[in-house]
């Protein structure tokens, strides 16, 4: 739901002769691949192409690691074996991290942030692909019993293991893993001494800004440009796109209902409401700007099931961050 608008002059670039040209201004280096099952891109300035090429290498090496953790589509991933075995003792620190990052935001959201959803996701899948993608959804009792399990709060984490407090519970980090991997790989490219750097791992990160060349001969920084596409369907071009914001030294994150449908009418889909066990339909789509793409990607999750008041108040907690919400009657609002 998140568009790159500046890169686009960059790109052919990248795909000609391959060798750097003198002039004010470093050419992008880019990395296209996937992460966690999404197209991935990142786009490097810097005047040592071989530089930029070693540390493109190390950070897909790195992405491949973070997938082996929070991977679902990974059958040795730690997080399935976390699932299966409902303990995983001696978890990665970065599994420790992301899971304590998740417990407080779903204090911080009033639960609405859960990563411990897997059990209604389940019940819908299952639901769906036994009958057509029209039919109504899952029946109530079946949706509290899914219910019983979701409590992020229940899951017990400490550097010795991460367990689970109730049997049948299962999670899901789809709704703040790809803000987490991209952080790792900003961090990773800062440490490297990488200073104007766009990433686009499921979510943004912009670090510094795009060099343009002006200023006395030497390059100077501009924010990146990305845009907001319209969820309601690919209209081409500027059209399709809602809003454009300016990135600089901050992340995004884009959640919207239309990105995995489970019937047509999109009255059932992928992003659930932990207190009802019913898919959300406050918002269409919500952005959240951020200092880090980890609570960018949690926030943005969250804040598609809350009104705009519930999103004012919890946004009191995150200093830096606005969120952009497009309603259900196509009305936009800026919070934040």
Sequence with gaps: MIAITAASAALGVANGR?????SQTPQPVIWRGIALGAAAQIILYHEDRAAASSVLERCRAEIVRLENIFSLYRP????????RDGVLKNPDFDMIELFSRAKELGRQTGGVFDISVQPLWALYREHFSNRDMSGSGPSQIAINEALRLVDVQKINVSSEMIEFGQKGMAVTCNGIAQGFITDQIAALLKG????????NLGEIAAIGGKPDGASSGQASAIPWRVGI???DGHLGGERNVLKTLSLKNQAMATSASSGTLFTKDGKHHHLF???TGASTHMNKSVSVIAPDATTADALSTAF??????DIRQVLK????TRAIVFGRNEEMYELG
């Design 18 to 22: 391959g060798a750097w040209a003198k």
């Design 76 to 83: 040795q991933s730690h997080l399935n074996r976390l699932n």
């Design 229 to 231: 596409q319209n969820p």
């Design 273 to 275: 409401d932990p207190r």
């Design 192 to 199: 490297a001494g990488f200073k104007n750097t766009l990433l």
């Design 317 to 320: 907690a995150y200093p830096n």
């Design 304 to 309: 598609s099931a809350l009104a705009p008041g």
